[in-house]
T-cell receptor, first 115, second 113 residues
Framework: DTGVSQNPRHKITKRGQNVTFRCDPISEHNRLYWYRQTLGQGPEFLTYFQNEAQLEKSRLLSDRFSAERPKGSFSTLEIQRTEQGDSAMYLC?????????????FGPGTRLTVL | GESVGLHLPTLSVQEGDNSIINCAYSNSASDYFIWYKQESGKGPQFIIDIRSNMDKRQGQRVTVLLNKTVKHLSLQIAATQPGDSAVYFCAERIGGSARQLTFGSGTQLTVLP
């Protein structure tokens, strides 16, 4: 399967704990995005990488959130001191540099539940 | 603020009928639009896209129409099938160097037998 993969698929944690999610984009894609989706809502943009450079960050990305893409391939999203309001589906997407537009391919997401 | 929105949260259609899902957007600077389909427990799946210099684009059983005058986007699905049941989102990209997509809240399409 050459699509976007995310791990873990589900994460349950207690409030105050740190969690880290991983995203592996489609191999030839240089652009990688993180979104957050709550029940009944559309995905909300969090951050965007082009290769290893983090070029855009949403106001939603508080200082408890940090994302990295150290080698321009996979990316990690870490949430420190989790709060119940962080419970959501975290989606990763990737797109190609050669795409004229912005067709983003999404992974299956990581569902986070903070107790 | 400016946002992408949908007219109806739910839509039920008979199998074999055509479906039309509507979306309103308010950012005149948006230059690219995408429709995604999302099934329960899965990530959004690309359906079709359209650039702002076009007013219609067709795919396999799907057509997207863009009316920039009234800032309206629609997705037409021909001969709707049970497998089309899902939540459909429209998304827009504001022109320029921005790469992020702004999504609406979605329409739940249910195909009745």
């Amino acid at each position: 399967d050459t699509g976007v993969s995310q791990n873990p698929r589900h994460k349950i944690t207690k409030r105050g704990q740190n969690v880290t999610f991983r995203c592996d984009p489609i191999s030839e894609h240089n652009r990688l995005y993180w979104y957050r989706q709550t029940l009944g809502q559309g995905p909300e943009f969090l951050t965007y990488f082009q290769n290893e450079a983090q070029l855009e960050k949403s106001r939603l990305l508080s200082d408890r959130f940090s994302a990295e893409r150290p080698k321009g391939s996979f990316s990690t999203l870490e949430i420190q001191r989790t709060e119940q309001g962080d419970s959501a589906m975290y989606l990763c997407a990737s797109s190609s540099r050669v795409a004229l537009d912005n067709e983003q391919f999404f992974g299956p997401g990581t569902r986070l539940t903070v107790l | 603020g400016e946002s992408v929105g949908l007219h109806l949260p739910t839509l039920s259609v008979q199998e074999g009928d055509n479906s039309i899902i509507n979306c309103a957007y308010s950012n005149s600077a948006s230059d690219y639009f995408i429709w995604y389909k999302q099934e329960s427990g899965k990530g959004p799946q690309f359906i079709i896209d359209i650039r702002s210099n076009m007013d219609k684009r067709q795919g396999q059983r799907v057509t997207v129409l863009l009316n920039k005058t009234v800032k309206h986007l629609s997705l037409q699905i021909a001969a709707t099938q049970p497998g089309d049941s899902a939540v459909y989102f429209c998304a827009e990209r504001i022109g320029g160097s921005a790469r992020q997509l702004t999504f609406g809240s979605g329409t739940q399409l249910t195909v009745l037998p």
